[in-house]
């Protein structure tokens, strides 16, 4: 694994990045999305992206979230504005209705690039790929 990346546990979620290849960033959330996990995940995505050559692909594993703070959305959302002209998609699995809602809004606001799905096995195809067609350090 080229970025090991890190992870959180609180009371009320856990959350871990990594990074599997140049390019690619990978998240993983259970329980309820919190400022905690948008810290985690700002801080990570400024050192992936400084190891990345192009355009970013991101994969986001919500599925076992059930909720998150309105607030974690909207500073997670702002935060991922100014590093929007380097991503090339966010591809995002979910099972909830509530997390399907949030991502339709937050995609509207970032330019369409959001990619939500609650189809694992299609999820993990395209990261895959990902990985696989990622340029070798």
């Known amino acids: 694994m080229r970025l090991a990346g890190r992870s959180i546990k609180t009371e009320q979620a856990s959350a871990r990045w990594w990074s599997p290849a140049r390019g690619v960033f ?3 959330v259970s329980g309820h999305f919190t ?3 948008v810290d985690l995940f700002v801080g990570a995505i400024d050192e992936v992206i400084g ?3 192009g ?3 991101s994969f986001h594993d919500l599925r076992d979230v059930v909720s998150y703070d309105s607030r974690a959305r909207l500073a997670y959302t ?3 504005k100014p590093i929007m002209h380097r991503v090339q998609a966010v591809e995002m699995l979910f099972s909830s209705g509530l997390i399907a809602m949030g991502i339709s809004v937050a995609n509207i606001v970032l330019g369409g690039k959001l990619k939500g799905t609650s189809d694992v096995a299609a999820f993990e195809r395209r990261r895959d790929a990902a990985i696989a067609s990622a340029n070798p350090r």
């Open 35 to 37: 400022m905690d996990v």
């Open 26 to 28: 990978c998240t993983q």
């Open 78 to 80: 702002e935060q991922s």
């Open 55 to 57: 355009q970013l692909r």
């Open 51 to 53: 190891d990345t050559e």
